[in-house]
């Protein structure tokens, strides 16, 4: 192969570890709402999700946290506004934020979910 390959692997068979972390950024694969915006800081491993929840809506976003490369140590989640959602992590690299109708506001509710190393 050559050094420019597009493989997963250097010449001497060794993992292409920056790759594979690019690769494996945080991301949101189920959201329970309408995305405003979303961000990776690779240098400070901090993910920012922003979503409106439609009006009397619960639901359940799931957000993909990969701990080997990003959050080795364990990863803190934040959530705005404080107490209109919960979060849980369902397995190593799941983190689930769960909203109920309860806290959904006319014109619906603005969340920011911010994932951040230990």
């Given amino acids: 192969a050559s050094p420019m390959s597009e493989g997963f692997y250097n010449q001497d ?13 945080p ?4 959201i329970s709402g309408h995305p405003k915006q979303w961000h990776f800081d690779a240098s400070t491993r901090v993910f920012t999700l922003v ?9 359940t976003t799931t957000i993909f946290a990969q701990r080997s490369f990003h959050y080795p140590s364990g ?6 506004p404080s107490g209109a959602a919960s ?8 983190i ?4 109920d109708a309860r806290h959904s506001r ?3 509710l603005e969340l920011e979910v911010v994932l951040s190393p230990l």
């Fill in 13 to 25: 068979g060794t993992l292409q570890q920056s790759k594979v972390a690019a690769l494996g950024r």
């Fill in 27 to 30: 991301f949101a694969p189920l």
């Fill in 51 to 59: 979503f409106t929840v439609a009006e009397g809506r619960a639901g």
């Fill in 75 to 80: 990863v803190a989640v934040s959530i705005r």
């Fill in 87 to 94: 979060w849980v992590q369902t397995s190593e690299n799941v």
């Fill in 96 to 99: 689930e934020v769960r909203h």
């Fill in 106 to 108: 006319s014109g619906g």
